[in-house]
């Protein structure tokens, strides 16, 4: 049965599901909480409860938000709230990512994109790598490039099709040079196939 952990679950003791995140995603996510009051955190509680699958030795992976995740982590903020999609505490290690994997619920591509063996998922969100083309795509969706969609790993499958369009000297040099031209790749024919993707309308343009 679903259901969700009151607050007071410690952010140290969950577990990714996932290899990367794009820190400069995760670096917005903790200025959004520095800025925030008391009640302004709470809301953001309220709004990003983390879900998650119960797994080996009863711990929490959670399947979803984990920029939040990292930086409420780097943010030493404490506790969270974990919504229980699926109780799997059951399945043996291998079986249980097998069945993460098959469920949508794991992303096992690391850094350069590359699709990776289940067990290379780090155990610790801390441990998260850095993907500059996750950041890329996400500061590209808050641009107009493309819809939020709610296909899994959405922001990846764009964060893999910029991979191949743009430089990382440039993401990692002229950021703006790097949005602009995340831009003009996401009003192109080749990006139809991606979730949310708006043709040449795309930001009104």
């Known amino acids: 049965m679903l259901h969700a952990i009151p607050i007071g679950v410690p952010i140290e003791d969950l577990r990714p599901t996932q290899m990367t995140v794009g820190l400069r995603e995760v670096e917005l996510k903790r200025q959004q909480w520095r800025d925030a009051d008391k009640r302004a955190r709470v809301k953001?509680?309220?709004?990003?409860?983390?879900?998650?699958?119960?797994?080996?030795?009863?711990?929490?992976?959670?399947?979803?938000?984990?920029?939040f995740a990292r930086a409420l982590l780097e943010e030493d903020a404490g506790l969270v709230a974990v919504f229980v999609?699926?109780?799997?505490?059951?399945?043996?290690?291998?079986?249980?990512?097998?069945?993460?994997d098959n469920s949508s619920w794991c992303h096992a591509y690391d850094a350069r994109g590359r699709r990776c063996a289940l067990r290379a998922i780090p155990k610790h969100l801390v441990d998260l790598a850095d993907d500059p083309y996750r950041s890329l795509a996400g500061a590209l969706i808050r641009a107009g490039g493309?819809?939020?969609?709610?296909?899994?790993?959405?922001?990846?499958?764009?964060a893999d099709h910029l991979r191949g369009r743009i430089e990382r000297a440039t993401v990692e040099g002229d950021w703006s040079a790097a949005v602009a031209a995340a831009m003009k790749v996401a009003k192109d024919d080749d990006a139809r196939a991606l979730?949310?993707?708006?043709?040449?309308?795309?930001?009104?343009?």
């Open 195 to 205: 979730p949310g993707w708006c043709g040449a309308n795309s930001a009104g343009l």
């Open 85 to 100: 999609v699926a109780d799997l505490r059951h399945l043996p290690k291998r079986e249980f990512w097998t069945y993460l």
């Open 146 to 158: 493309y819809a939020k969609s709610s296909k899994p790993f959405a922001e990846f499958l764009w």
């Open 44 to 67: 953001l509680l309220r709004r990003h409860v983390l879900p998650a699958v119960i797994g080996p030795k009863q711990r929490p992976f959670i399947v979803d938000h984990h920029h």
